[in-house]
């Protein structure tokens, strides 16, 4: 009989899951790994630990139930695995496939070749609609249905779990936080505060695959009747919005439960006549697409975690170690810091930033807002700005993250460019100021007209809001106006580019959606990964977050 060990990855649940299923004929135990690599990344927050940790919690008790031992350890992925080996001699290795940030992929490359070494079968399964080794990405929506449609893996009563096995403590984040070393210390220093202005209203997402569940049927039964009309205020979204994101990023959902319950509930709808309810559930069965839409360009061209899809873009703003791109300096500094702590002089931007900064969450307008703000007005390369986000966003998913990032900060070369307003959007999205005095309590005394444009209130009436400008809340860190020509000019004029045009090709063959039909070409996440490139103009703060790097040209099998 063979020794299975089921590595859970971002996939921490019970239901429709194929490894834990694939166990049941063998002797088998679950692992969670916490990786130094993963706390240690520019990406981490210790509240990506607390919301996997509690996904742990509940997942080993429901296992324990049925029999399979969830091991918890930490350390580096090779010397945890051979330990196991060691001790246990197990025999096969199974888990879902990842796409996640570079590190994953080289750790991933790494326990590959441990397995040909030691003879261990490492067996893989998609959980997405990601496919990998892509060929092309004609008929990719096709073979996303078919996978979403495939019948859910049955949830086993039982397994053989391995005997006298030590299972672990599941370690609180104070144990582990000396392993995040000296890079977290720095960001926590910039949310510090934020977190301690939550106000006592604000809704963070409850943890674990039973709360992703009730979320999900609570939505799919009722509150997504108003999604299409809650998506693009924050006032309205905080609970129009499914609010499963996280569940996903965690897999403490599977999308194909989400997928088929949601398509379920819309045949249910329209049965009873519930027009409303059935748009608002299509609008969203949409979005569960463009999940792995997103993803899916990642996998295929990992190198844009971390460079322009549309290399014509390449040191078009400060910061980036290529050729002829102007330096990083204390503007740039002073301009990202303002940003994430939410002190721009610009209410909505200000609202946004500290709402994510508490709570882990704001709505797609509001991150696409936000990421515009800092790439077009503030003219800030996306990496520095999209650490921050993903450190912030509980949800963070690389694929789509650095997509957005990127196609937000117009560099993908082929989508339009969208320069947004912050005061448009403010008075759009929160036209009686809600969200800005809930989140700013520094305007909370101002008057309903100025409260979007505060620096033009006149010196008498900012001594009697309480806020005057430059002490109370800081004056706009750019002239809006000014700043969005001067980043239109630069942006037009490199679309305008013989080079641009040409590449716009290459990018939409092998990423956009396909309505054309075009032939396809593509490498697919498996073929060479390309070099990674350092800053040296961030090496201090490490702003690109790109120093635990290694350049490996190996490739995982
Ligand atoms: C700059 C930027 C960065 C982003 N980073 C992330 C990220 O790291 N992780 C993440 O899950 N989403 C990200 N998004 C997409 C989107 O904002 C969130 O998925 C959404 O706000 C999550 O809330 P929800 O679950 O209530 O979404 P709902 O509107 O209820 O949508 C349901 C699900 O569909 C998917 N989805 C929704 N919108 C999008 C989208 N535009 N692109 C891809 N998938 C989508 C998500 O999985 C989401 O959970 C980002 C958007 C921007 C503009």
Not at 23 to 45: K, N, R, T
Not at 76 to 97: C, N, T, Y
Not at 430 to 443: A, T
Not at 546 to 551: C, G, R, T, V, Y
């Amino acid at each position: 009989m063979s020794r299975s060990l089921v590595w859970l990855k971002r996939d921490l649940r019970l239901q429709d899951h194929a490894p834990l299923a694939a166990a049941g004929d063998d002797e088998a135990a679950a692992l969670w790994l916490i990786e130094p690599a993963w706390l240690q990344s520019p990406e981490f927050h210790p509240r990506h630990f607390a919301f996997a940790r509690a996904c742990v919690d509940e997942l080993r008790c429901q296992l324990a139930a049925r029999g399979m031992p969830l091991l918890v350890r930490v350390g580096p992925a090779l010397e945890v695995l051979e330990d196991l080996r060691q001790r246990h001699g197990f025999d096969r290795l199974l888990s879902h496939e990842e796409t996640g940030p570079g590190w994953t992929y080289e750790r991933d490359v790494a326990v590959a070749a441990w397995c040909r070494a030691q003879g261990v079968v490492w067996q893989e399964w998609p959980q997405h609609g990601v496919v990998r080794r892509l060929k092309s990405r004609s008929g990719w929506a096709g073979r996303w249905a078919v996978r979403m449609n495939e019948p859910l893996v049955a949830t086993l009563s039982g397994w053989r779990g391995w005997a006298g096995v030590e299972p672990g403590a599941l370690p609180a984040w104070t144990a582990l936080r000396s392993l995040a070393g000296a890079a977290w210390a720095t960001h926590e220093h910039a949310i510090a505060p934020a977190e301690a202005a939550r106000p006592s209203d604000a809704r963070p997402t409850t943890p674990g695959e039973q709360s992703g569940l009730a979320l999900l049927d609570d939505f799919l039964s009722g509150r997504g009747r108003a999604y299409r009309r809650s998506l693009s205020s924050p006032l309205t979204a905080e609970s129009g919005c499914s609010r499963i994101s996280a569940h996903l990023a965690f897999g403490a959902l599977s999308l194909r439960v989400v997928h088929q319950g949601t398509e379920a509930a819309i045949a249910a709808a329209k049965a009873q006549g519930d027009r409303a309810l059935a748009s608002g559930l299509r609008g969203f069965a949409g979005r569960l697409r463009w999940h792995c839409h997103f993803m899916q360009k990642l996998e295929s061209e990992p190198a844009i975690e971390f460079r322009h899809f549309a290399r014509a873009c390449d040191g078009l703003r400060p910061g980036e170690d290529v050729p002829g791109a102007p330096a990083w300096g204390a503007t740039q500094a002073a301009r990202l810091q303002a940003w994430c702590t939410g002190q721009t002089g610009f209410p909505m931007v200000d609202a946004c930033m500290r709402s994510l900064n508490a709570t882990g969450w704001l709505n797609f307008r509001m991150r696409a807002m936000l990421v515009s703000f800092a790439s077009y007005h503030l003219w800030l390369h996306w990496r520095p700005t999209g650490l921050h986000l993903a450190r912030q966003f509980t949800d963070f998913e690389a694929g789509i993250h650095w997509s957005q990032m990127q196609m937000q900060s117009g560099t993908t070369g082929i989508n339009t460019l969208r320069i947004y307003s912050p005061t448009k959007q403010a008075l759009d999205q929160d036209p009686n100021g809600d969200f800005i005095r809930r989140w700013v309590p520094e305007l909370a005394e101002v008057p309903l007209p100025w409260l979007h444009r505060p620096w033009t209130m006149d010196a008498t009436l900012q001594q009697t809001t309480g806020c005057v400008i430059d002490r109370d809340y800081p004056a706009p860190i750019v002239d809006e106006k000014a700043a969005a020509q001067a980043a239109k000019d630069a942006m037009f004029g490199l679309r305008r580019r013989r080079d641009s045009q040409q590449e716009a090709d290459r990018i939409q063959d092998r990423h956009g959606s396909r309505k054309s039909g075009l032939p396809q070409t593509g490498l697919g996440r498996r073929g060479a990964p390309p070099p990674r490139q350092k800053s040296p103009a961030d090496t201090q703060l490490d702003l690109f977050g790109m120093s635990n790097l290694s350049a490996s040209g190996d490739e995982p099998t």
